[in-house]
């Protein structure tokens, strides 16, 4: 008999607009959630630990315990344990896998020897399980009611700390958004490339010739002694957006390729 997927969740939809507000499937960050595999395995001496956020198609690990490192990352969400767990807010304990009709059928189970899954979900403060806390064993194991509550509190803190992460992506596009507006007041048909550019010189990252001359067209900038500074239109509109600079720095890899941050204002659009 084949192994058969989980029903997909009533909420769903909106779910995985949930996990995609979170932006983790947009950078691998494992060094944020490594400890939280590391705990799950010590608190409860199991050989495994993951955690991972599931979307309508693929379950993406963020940080893993005990796998070999040529196990993908990714995985198709059908052929996944963690399906099963989204469904609800509890925790998914699974003693003995091989005799559940769920699971005994699983590639885990019959090709790996997997017998012991238990998965924490990692809920949103809105109710949305946006994926899991798990650890696995190979042999049938019981956990104690105090692990439980250890391995819940686990989850919990993870759930905040993503939500965390979605309010300061927030915050951070916000800013971004506000100073754009503030720009393209200042600049009509101001592209997002040339606007980017603007910024870089304003908090003093690298920029190309070509920028230097787009800088100086605008006024915002001039030579003096072969030396590219800000003029007095400049410094004014430096003055201008200067409550904001803290946030343009927080902004990852902030370059003419503006894919990342139109994706970032999409997902908080959204």
């Known amino acids: 008999m084949n192994f ?49 956020v599931i979307d309508n198609e693929k379950q993406f690990v963020l940080a893993r315990d005990g796998f070999p490192d040529e196990v993908p990352m990714e995985m198709p969400r059908e052929q996944t344990l963690c399906q099963f767990a989204i469904e609800k807010t509890e925790p998914l304990i699974i003693n003995d896998m091989t005799i559940d009709y769920r699971f005994k059928n699983h590639p885990a189970v019959v090709d790996f020897g997997v017998k012991f899954y238990a998965a924490f979900p990692v809920t949103t403060s809105d109710g949305y399980t946006l994926g899991t806390l798990c650890v696995s064993d190979n042999r049938v194991r019981r956990l104690t009611k105090n692990k439980i509550k250890l391995l819940k509190g686990l989850a919990s803190k993870l759930s905040y700390q993503l939500e965390i992460q979605v309010n300061q992506r927030k915050g951070t596009a916000e800013s971004v958004i506000n100073i754009l507006n503030k720009l393209i007041g200042n600049f009509k048909n101001l592209q997002i490339i040339e606007a980017i550019t603007i910024l870089k010189f304003i908090i003093n990252e690298q920029i190309s010739r070509e920028d230097e001359e787009l800088l100086m067209k605008f006024g915002i900038a001039h030579k003096k002694n072969d030396i590219l500074e800000l003029s007095s239109q400049g410094k004014n509109l430096k003055s201008e957006l200067n409550l904001n600079i803290g946030t343009l720095k927080r902004i990852k890899n902030l370059s003419s390729d503006n894919q990342q941050l139109m994706n970032m204002l999409d997902q908080i659009k959204g």
């Open 4 to 52: 058969k997927p989980a029903n997909i969740p009533s909420n769903d939809a909106l779910r995985v607009k949930a996990v995609q507000r979170t932006g983790v499937l947009d950078e691998s960050r494992e060094e944020l959630y490594e400890i939280y595999c590391f705990l799950a395995k010590e608190i409860t001496g199991c050989a495994v630990s993951w955690t991972g």
